[in-house]
């Protein structure tokens, strides 16, 4: 869900159309996207202070529409990109069978994960696991899905889950699996997993969220396990990881222009050796709080405070500011 659109009261209570909207060039094209700016500044025990000014991404998305048949394409630029070009994002085109049922094919993002991998669909500036990128994102492959009013179900065959390279072989592929269900009114249970069978090891991942929305609340839960074997040996020992990841978000519209975010969540990263080595373990607390105020129908300031508590990886604080400008 775009996140100016839950940052207002009036849209969340009163339904109002979305902040988030599309440049219609004709009847087959329509032009979206979005600029995302920020300001932030981390205090760490370990490197002590620093503040960093970046235009973190920029983004132009193509949809287009033709009966049956749909395809979006998104250009972005990050602002750790050296090059300093647009990349392709995503490229795909679906076709819709009808009765709930379509099948899309190119480059695509992953079905997992609560937070959203676009700026424009979280409740926060940050990201909540900060140490292991347990969500995928963009792959190539096809994917099928299926939906009605009490469910949503999707599988894909990807060329890789967590490493995207284009190609298809019998050794090397990804494959996803999501099953998403409607109990009740404003609630949703979302179960997902995901396989990496590669020759440099398997990662495996499962992915649990839920949402409830309930007036100007809303509420989420997630729980991840995700497991990687590195393929190989070392000093006679096999290496690998094993995460758990959680977190609690609750957020709020307080008034017609703003919402209030606090989320806090948790990573236990344990570096696998054989029994006769041992593991060492990463433990990882962050609690976090958000305001998001909406400025206008294209413009929204968010402010984040975040701390991060930590034995191995150290603690630190970090004020950020964000600017987003949609259209």
Known sequence: MNKLLKASAASLAFGSASLFGQIEINENLSVTGFLDMSVVNTDSD???????YNLDQAELDF???????????DLNYLGDNDTEDFDLEQAFITYDFGEGSSITA?????????????????????????????IPGYFNGVAYTYGDDNMDLGISFVDSVFGADGSLSDSDYGVEVMAKFYPAEGLTLYFGYALDNMD???TDLFNFWSSYETGVHTFAVEYNIYEQDFGFDFGGASWG????????????AATE?????????????????????????IDLDKYTVAWI?????????????????????????????????TF
Do not use: C
Request: charged share 20%; glycine share 8%.
């Open 46 to 52: 370990d490197s002590g202070s620093d503040t960093s």
């Open 63 to 73: 949809i287009f529409s033709f009966d049956n048949l749909s395809g979006q394409v």
């Open 106 to 134: 190119g480059k695509f993002l992953s079905f997992h994960g609560w937070e959203t991998a676009e700026p424009t669909g979280l409740y926060q500036y940050s990201y909540a696991y900060d140490v292991v990128a347990s």
């Open 200 to 202: 440099a090891g398997d």
């Open 241 to 252: 990881i094993e995460v758990d990841q959680w977190l609690l978000m609750w957020s709020v």
């Open 257 to 281: 222009t703003g919402s209030f975010t606090a989320r806090v969540s948790n990573e236990s990263v344990d570096a696998v050796l054989d029994d006769s080595v041992g593991s060492a373990t």
């Open 293 to 325: 105020e909406t400025l206008t129908d294209n413009l929204a300031l968010v402010f984040e405070y975040s701390k991060v508590d930590s034995e191995l990886a150290g603690d630190y604080d970090a004020i950020a500011l964000e600017a987003l400008f």
